[in-house]
Structures are given as C-alpha cells and as structure tokens.
C-alpha cells in the first residue's frame, strides 16, 4: 500500500521514494554516514580561459573530491608546456610554495620530485623546445578543505603540437606532505604566460 503525504504518494507500492521535495542536514548526514552518496554537481558549466599568467580554481567548501577539465590549453611560448605547474593556496589565500611531492605514471626519463615548490604537469611533447601545440587536461583533486588528511591531485594530459603529429600521453600523481585546508588551485607556466585560448569545466563530488 503506497504511502502519501496530501495526496501525493511519498513511498510508492515496490516500496520506492517519490517526490520527495527535499532532505534536511541531519537525513543527509545519516545517509552519507550508511554509505548513500557520492552525488556530483557541475560546479562551473564550461567556461572560457582568458590570456594571463595563471589560471584560478575555487575549491569551494563542502565537496571531498573536485574534477577539472581543460580543453584545448595554449601557450604563447615554444616548449613552454612542459613547464606546465599547479598550486594550491591554503586558509589565507596564501600561495602554498613547499611540500608537495609528485610522480609521474609513464614518463622514465622526469621520475619524482620531494619536497618541492609546485607540482610540475610534465608533457613529453612539450619539453623539446621546439614545440608549441595544445594541451587538453583533467585533474582531480582530493581532500582539499579538511586539515586531517593530505591532499591528493592526480591528473592525465593529453597533447599535441601543432607543426608536427607528435602526441603525447602523460599521466601522474601528486599528495601534498603538509595536512592543511587548500582554498583553491591554479595553473601557471614557469616563466611564460598562456593564450587567450580553450575554456574548463568544474564539478564537485561528494560521498
């Protein structure tokens, strides 16, 4: 027998939730903590990337895990792609310069960094200075806004230069050493600046 609230059927008779207008914190906590979860939203629908030295990420509270996709990313300089880096800023809105330790899946020849002042989106295409072509890239970020655990980024970079058919797969991972809240994150190239060129998208999950 299906249960209704002012007419409207709430459970129905194969014992299904129905037009439920809404959940209050305290149902949603109970249902996270039985393992019902892991619901995503579109944080920033795609949106375009203006010219510039850096490009910022909000890592807006209350998400575990945020995806980052870039598409078609430019740089004004030959080779400069390769110096592709990433950091996060913490509680301030300070620039985090230390701590980050990173490794890449299937590149022999850049192996790992310790300790070091940024994490570094290595692309094989790009490091011969001859090169200047497009990078798309997906990041995702983990653990970000709580100080109890490390954050952890992983990301795959796709690439290709544009006066040659040289492409490039790159794969890596990184974990910050220090457990502190990280604000947001932001690219940069070391030493150049980007195109005004391709536009991201952003999501939140959290479970």
């Known amino acids: 027998m299906a249960i209704k609230v002012n007419g409207t059927t709430v459970i129905n008779d194969s014992r ?11 149902t949603v906590a109970a249902m996270g903590a039985a393992g019902v979860g892991g619901a995503s939203k579109l944080i920033t629908n795609y949106t375009a990337l203006t010219g510039g030295s850096t490009y ?17 990313l430019v740089s004004n300089h030959v080779g400069a792609l390769a110096e592709l880096c990433g950091r996060f800023t913490n509680s301030s809105n300070s620039a985090i310069t230390t701590g980050y330790h990173y490794k890449f899946f299937n590149n022999s020849q850049n192996g790992a960094g310790s300790d070091v002042n ?3 989106f290595y692309d094989n295409v790009f490091n011969n200075s001859s090169y200047v072509g497009r990078m798309d890239l997906l990041i995702k970020i983990t653990n970000p806004q709580t100080s109890s655990l490390p954050t952890m980024t992983s990301f795959t970079a796709i690439s290709r230069a544009f006066t040659t058919s040289l ?18 994150f932001f690219l940069f190239i070391n030493g150049s600046t980007f195109a005004s060129n391709g536009g991201y998208s952003m999501w939140g999950v959290d479970y």
């Open 56 to 72: 910022s990420f909000s890592l807006t509270a209350g998400y575990k895990e945020y995806y980052i996709a870039i598409h078609d």
């Open 16 to 26: 299904a939730l129905q037009n439920v207008a809404s959940v209050d914190a305290t």
């Open 167 to 184: 492409e490039s797969i790159v794969q890596g991972a990184s974990t910050r050493t220090t457990k502190e809240v990280n604000n947001s």
């Open 118 to 120: 940024r994490i570094i």
